[in-house]
């Protein structure tokens, strides 16, 4: 008898713990919407990072890549804090227009989009969106490296690469969880 009180026990105090929480799983995705999208190019070492690569000489060899790289803000007009931080549930990408693919397909010579068949890179941070606030989530794509490396291509030209951040908000950023799209949202509203 004591085993069922406390397993009942248990079972309450899940029930109410689970009830007072404020942050829930984008499952309301009527509160979610994107304020704002913003593309830039860029080899900054301290938004991209950098590579140890080997050189021909079998010495380590250091690369800064040059990515695109998305930056949305994403405001929550609910009255709980909504969560996008389970990389194993959620996921965010881009479905390019045909303007898009056409540009990163001049410039890179595929599809850097399509996430299956990415073989550059892909960088994605997402979190939590507070209460009746914003935040910003980032999605970039590696382009290539200015320098000649065993790694990454050599990034196509400047001209290319001008046509391609012309058209980088040509498309719709999908918001998936349990490889379920849950949300969408143009990119190019508003500019």
Known sequence: MKKFYLGLFVICLVFIISACSKTEYVN????????????????????????IVPDKKNKS????????????TMENTSNNS??????????????????LVSAVKEAIGS????????????????????????????????????EKNNELPLLPTEEKLKKLQANALKGTLIISQDDKDIAESRLDLGQ
């Open 28 to 51: 309301n995705v009527e509160y979610l919407k994107l304020q704002k999208a913003e593309v830039t190019l860029t080899d900054d070492k301290k938004i991209v990072g950098e590579m």
């Open 61 to 72: 060899k250091r690369i800064v890549p040059t990515e695109l790289h998305y930056t949305f």
């Open 82 to 99: 909504m969560a996008l931080s389970d990389f194993a549930k959620t996921n965010i990408r881009i479905e390019p227009d045909k303007e």
């Open 111 to 146: 599809n850097i989009y399509n996430m299956d068949n990415n073989k550059l890179g892909i960088g994605m941070s997402i979190g939590e969106i507070p209460s009746k606030g914003t935040s910003k989530f980032t999605l970039s794509y590696t382009l290539g490296a200015k």
